[in-house]
């Protein structure tokens, strides 16, 4: 969909949430990111090369990524001057935020003039149908989280590379921006009109071999008041045999509502699980996957060693430890 190699723009990023969707595609697709780009006041650093647009040019980019997710999803004006220069310099345009670079005249205007492409990832191109809660065959896993931004691309993403190198039947199934750019395909899923969504995650998981496993992005949380519509989509229109809750335990509160506190696994396990039975009865808690990012080794390791006496399923952080003992569960299922 994109041609490689990205330069990676982190414009004025006040943090590394901010900067998730570059990260991202930094730490799972490396080869692609050529550098980065950050302005003044930008607080992230991917600890890859800072390159100007003549540079990462020069150095054979082909595509600005705009890699910052702001709340609301906007274009700033304040990034205009270097993305007009970008395309003046005969780069394409990738941007998975709500305000699409299509609806920006000056960008569409410059992209014209220098035969540029912009690529509004967030930007649905197939008629999803309704939702119609039939059991499909092959078997799908979802990760659910107690926030956003705690780790369930990253998890379903560490369990497919480990699931593929054990030569299992696995395909990761993108519904965000970050995964859609690391994928090449997927559904936008925040992006389609409510009463199709669930219907987009079935035409996302199709029939498949009985041994085969769709590993579904996770995207919000049951929990969150922003987000949580399409989370509830996911589980639905997923129909997942398994679930793998996801959890930051350093947050100290809901990411964008400092009035809200993250609920605990105990509450995601029980209000997910029986959401997901509602479309698939069998389905089962197999795993924890932490985000301890933010932990010292040690304190990480004995808080997933509690997780795991506490639930009785494997816990670890498949990032930092590898994603084995939660494809193992899966195995199981």
């Known amino acids: 969909m994109f041609e490689a190699p990205y330069l990676l723009f982190l414009g004025d990023a006040p943090d590394a949430l901010a900067a998730k969707m570059a990260q991202g595609i930094y730490d799972w697709r490396p080869e692609a990111a050529i ?3 950050r302005m003044e006041n930008c607080n992230v650093d991917l600890g890859i090369t800072d390159l100007s647009i003549q540079d990462a040019v020069a150095a054979g980019a082909k595509t600005l990524v705009i890699g910052i997710v702001n709340r609301g999803g906007v274009i700033s004006d304040s990034w205009k001057s270097i993305l007009i220069e970008a395309l003046e310099a005969g780069m394409d345009i990738a941007s998975g935020l709500h305000n699409l670079l299509r609806d920006e005249p000056d960008l569409v205007e410059a992209a014209e003039k220098n035969g540029c492409t912009l690529h509004d990832v967030r930007l649905p191109s197939v008629k999803y149908p309704i939702a119609n809660g039939k059991k499909r065959s092959g078997k ?7 926030d956003c931004s705690v780790g369930k691309m990253y998890t379903a993403l560490a369990m497919h590379r480990e699931m593929k190198e054990r030569g299992m039947k696995a395909t990761f199934r993108p519904t965000g921006q970050t995964g859609i750019l690391i994928e090449g395909n997927g559904v936008p899923l925040d992006a389609v009109i409510a ?6 995650v079935e035409w996302l998981t199709p029939d498949n071999d009985a041994d085969h496993w769709d590993l579904i992005e996770g995207q919000g949380s049951l929990f969150h008041a922003s987000y949580s519509g399409v989370t509830m989509a996911l589980i639905h229109g997923g129909q997942p045999d398994a679930l793998i809750l996801c959890h930051e335990p350093t947050r100290e509160h809901m990411r964008g509502l400092p009035e809200y506190q993250q609920p605990s696994l105990e509450a995601l396990k ?3 699980l029986r959401m997901a039975q509602i479309v698939n009865p069998d389905c089962k808690v197999v795993g924890v996957s932490v985000n301890t990012q933010h932990m010292e080794e040690t304190d990480a390791l004995n808080y997933l ?10 816990s670890v952080d498949p990032f930092r430890q590898g994603a084995g003992r939660l494809v ?3 195995e199981c299922a």
């Open 35 to 37: 550098g980065q780009l």
């Open 328 to 330: 193992e569960a899966l």
């Open 270 to 272: 029980d209000v997910a």
């Open 305 to 314: 060693k509690a997780l795991e006496k506490q639930f009785g399923i494997p």
């Open 195 to 200: 009463d199709f969504m669930a219907g987009a």
């Open 140 to 146: 799908r896993c979802l990760a659910v989280g107690t």
